[in-house]
């Protein structure tokens, strides 16, 4: 029997194809709870940062990559997509950041957490 033409693949263009999964390398593992938890607090922080830094002409997040070892650059708003790609399929798009950033308009994750902290303790000052 010829396989190259056997029988039609009743998923054929479909994206729910389960035997996409079986052919995937590496199969992106469903977020624990915990995980999930932590990506939720990550978006909440973010947008802290975003509404911290984004008046003073901070575009987004640099952040080292786990992969490559490399700088990335997001902007606030890839920088969200990512985290929501996270919750949706516990994996991110890591490798399209910004088109040739301007690396003094993006801080690290740290950085902008001193930063909205300090935002937020002066802002509560009497
Ligand atoms: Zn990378």
């Known amino acids: 029997?010829?396989?190259?033409?056997?029988?039609?693949?009743?998923?054929?263009?479909?994206?729910?194809?389960?035997?996409?999964?079986?052919?995937?390398?590496?199969?992106?593992?469903?977020?624990?709870?915990?995980?999930?938890a932590d990506v939720q607090a990550d978006?909440?922080?973010?947008?802290?940062?975003?509404?911290?830094?984004?008046?003073?002409?901070?575009?987004?997040?640099?952040?080292?990559?786990?992969?490559?070892?490399?700088?990335?650059?997001f902007a606030w708003d890839l920088m969200r997509a990512n985290l929501f790609a996270l919750l949706g399929e516990g994996r991110t798009h890591v490798h399209e950041p910004a088109y040739s950033p301007d690396q003094d308009a993006y801080v690290s994750w740290d950085y902008a957490r001193g930063y909205s902290d300090a935002v937020a303790m002066l802002s509560k000052r009497p």
């Open 1 to 36: 029997m010829n396989l190259e033409n056997g029988p039609l693949d009743p998923f054929l263009d479909d994206p729910q194809d389960p035997a996409a999964l079986l052919d995937d390398a590496e199969p992106p593992q469903p977020l624990t709870d915990e995980e999930r």
């Open 43 to 73: 978006l909440a922080e973010l947008q802290e940062f975003q509404s911290a830094l984004a008046p003073i002409g901070i575009e987004g997040i640099t952040v080292e990559c786990g992969d490559c070892g490399e700088q990335h650059y």
